[in-house]
């Protein structure tokens, strides 16, 4: 039976009034040593609810697997949950958008291209069912029906922005209740007749997605849905950032009267996003609409919480809103946290990325035209694609159908130019200097798209290379993951560096090396802590790369912006001698970088 329910204007739980007040917070984006912390903050702002989506493409990152520990250990989130007497919202997708990487439909499923994703196609049903089929067994026990904190499970996720296949939603609600759910099911779409309507399931309720004009929207649900409780179940009150744009801001007062309008009204509300926190590793997805747009790392999102999990303004604002309308627990609001006093961190050692691509990845030879980094059985990262260039003198590199999704050309080791999908560009002229030159195009996956009909598209060369039209064929692909497993490794310091624990520092160190020589390199420094706390990662004079402390993968940096800090939790560091490892791929004017006390996430909109 289900714990919650509705009746003609509201929910019920366990058959009393019941308003749910809640915030979005997604274990995947936190540290796990941190959830305890963040979930009692979400209770002390006053909410009784939390709501977190389940990344699909995580935690199956191979069909008939189930990845559940480390960040993705979601039993564990659900039992800290209910600890602090927190209800959740769970949304399993299989569709999560949420800025992440393929909105969260896994790579191998995505790479083959016959599938209709996200319809009653039998193939991605089968997919989705044998995936539920490992995914809800460990999480019965924390349904609300077996006396967890779990009361209602969102079915698909907005699809009414997505196509129209009621057959699939059906079979998802179906997937859902075969396989145990017993708790109540919602929808979730843009408030407008369209998208509820393609969105919506009989007998599901169904709920809106909106930011601001709180009673037109309202309006739009109630018309939908003539009865039953208004939810607002991502009430936006930040926003997140692309590279290259304005850092999104929300003013706290006006988000604070849109939920006040928001809990006057009656309705139910889940705060998109209560705590945003990071898009560590290569997590982070991409827009594309007109142009292709990768999100940054930081997803502190304008948050009631920042990304390193202290009460911003909106906290506060929230906190006296919330108090109008139900209890507020009368305990002090949280504090900051206490931050790492600020240091430099000398980068001393330096590996040439060119000079060692096969002790770092076995390279794949291909005779004729390159391979996708898709058929190089590669989730995220880098391709290296080698080759050897029969002719000598002026022309252009075409790329056919571009690259997936930024392509750094070197020859002879020389940068001659780079080309980004984002720009559309396919072609770079360059001047051969003698016949047998190597050509190298080291390939960066960006982010997948995580909206949208361009899902699952595919990253690396794309097609053929030619040389003032002639075809550069036999190539050497070296699949440079770096770390896509880092999220299913074990989350504290001494986690191995796997990461880039093949870079052999150590040995191939060569003198000449020095830290500010470009062309991507990983370097290598060191820095003491005596007590772990959190700090921020400034890298001012580096380009364009990826950190990792202690072997956890901190994320992309890239001097483009708006973000120019890179947020490490306490937990990655430890007490005593600390490792810093970069790939930077273009050059840097500093041999140094800085752990400062204040985050930098850049510009915003003036
Ligand atoms: C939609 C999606 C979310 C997220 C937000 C924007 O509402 O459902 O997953 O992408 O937009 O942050």
Redesign the pocket.
């Known amino acids: 039976m289900s714990a919650l329910s509705t009746s003609s204007d509201g929910f019920r739980l366990h058959g009393e009034p019941f308003r749910i007040i809640s915030g979005a917070m997604h274990y995947f984006r936190i540290h796990p040593d941190q959830w305890a912390d963040r979930l009692r903050k979400a209770r002390l702002m006053g909410l009784n609810t939390v709501e977190t989506?389940v990344p699909w493409n995580l935690h199956q990152p191979e069909p008939g697997t189930l990845v559940l520990d480390g960040f993705l250990d979601l039993p564990r989130y659900l039992r800290l949950a209910e600890s602090e007497g927190l209800h959740v919202l769970l949304r399993p997708g299989p569709y999560?958008?949420?800025?992440?990487d393929g909105?969260g439909l896994p790579s191998w499923l995505t790479t083959d291209t016959d599938i209709r994703l996200r319809t009653s196609d039998p193939r991605f049903t089968d997919a989705l069912d044998r995936y539920l089929d490992l995914l809800l067994p460990p999480l019965l026990p924390h349904l609300a029906a077996s006396g967890g904190p779990v009361i209602a499970v969102q079915v698909e996720?907005?699809y009414g922005a997505y196509g129209d296949d009621t057959a699939y939603l059906e079979h998802l609600a179906r997937s859902l209740r075969t396989r145990g759910v017993e708790e109540l099911l919602f929808t979730?779409d843009?408030a407008d007749p369209e998208h509820l309507a393609a969105g919506s399931l009989p007998g599901v309720l169904t709920t809106g997605?909106f930011g601001s004009r709180i009673t037109e929207s309202l309006a739009q649900l109630r018309a939908h849905q003539p009865e039953g409780p208004l939810m607002c179940a991502?009430f936006?009150i930040g926003?997140?950032d692309h590279w290259g744009e304005p850092h999104h801001v929300r003013d706290a007062a006006d988000a604070a009267a849109d939920l006040d309008r928001l809990l006057s009204a009656g309705a139910s509300v889940n705060i998109?996003?209560f705590h945003g926190g990071t898009n560590f590793g290569f997590t982070n997805g991409a827009n594309h609409d007109h142009a292709y747009e990768p999100i940054v790392t930081s997803y502190d999102?304008d948050a009631a919480l920042t990304e390193s999990g202290d009460p911003g303004p909106k906290y506060h604002a929230f906190r006296e809103v919330i108090a109008r309308h139900a209890p507020v627990p009368d305990e002090p609001a949280p504090a900051p946290s206490r931050k790492l006093p600020p240091t430099a961190v000398e980068l001393t050692r330096r590996v040439s990325l060119l000079a060692h691509a096969s002790v770092l990845a076995k390279p794949v030879r291909v005779d004729a035209d390159p391979v996708t980094m898709e058929e190089l059985g590669l989730r995220a990262g880098y391709a290296l694609y080698r080759t050897t260039v029969p002719v000598s003198g002026a022309g252009v590199l075409r790329f056919a159908g571009g690259v997936g999704d930024r392509a750094q050309v070197f020859v002879d080791g020389a940068p001659v130019g780079v080309l980004e999908r984002e720009r559309h560009e396919e072609a770079l002229p360059v001047r051969l200097p003698r016949a047998g030159a190597t050509l190298d195009v080291l390939v960066e996956n960006m982010g997948g798209v995580?909206?949208g009909p361009r899902i699952g598209s595919r990253k690396g060369l794309l097609g053929p290379v030619t040389f003032d039209g002639t075809a550069l064929h036999g190539w050497d692909c070296h699949p440079l993951a770096m770390d896509a497993d880092a999220m299913d490794a074990d989350a504290d310091a001494d986690a191995d560096a796997d990461a880039v624990g093949s870079v052999p520092f150590a040995s191939a160190q060569s003198p000449a090396e020095s830290p500010v020589d470009a062309g991507p390199a990983f370097h290598h420094g060191t820095f003491e802590v005596r007590t772990p706390a959190d700090t921020f990662l400034s890298l001012p004079g580096w380009t364009k790369g990826q950190a990792w402390i202690n072997g956890f993968h901190l994320g992309r940096y890239w001097n483009r912006g708006p973000q120019r800090t890179l947020y490490v939790p306490a937990p990655v560091l430890r007490p005593g001698t600390n490792e810093l490892v970069l790939l930077e791929l273009q050059a840097t004017t500093e041999p140094r970088v800085h752990l400062t006390d204040t985050p930098d996430l850049g510009p915003v909109k003036p």
Request: hydrophobic share 35%; proline share 0%.
């Open positions: 989506y999560i958008c949420a800025e992440w909105g996720n907005e979730c843009q997605t991502e936006w926003w997140f998109y996003m999102y995580n909206y």
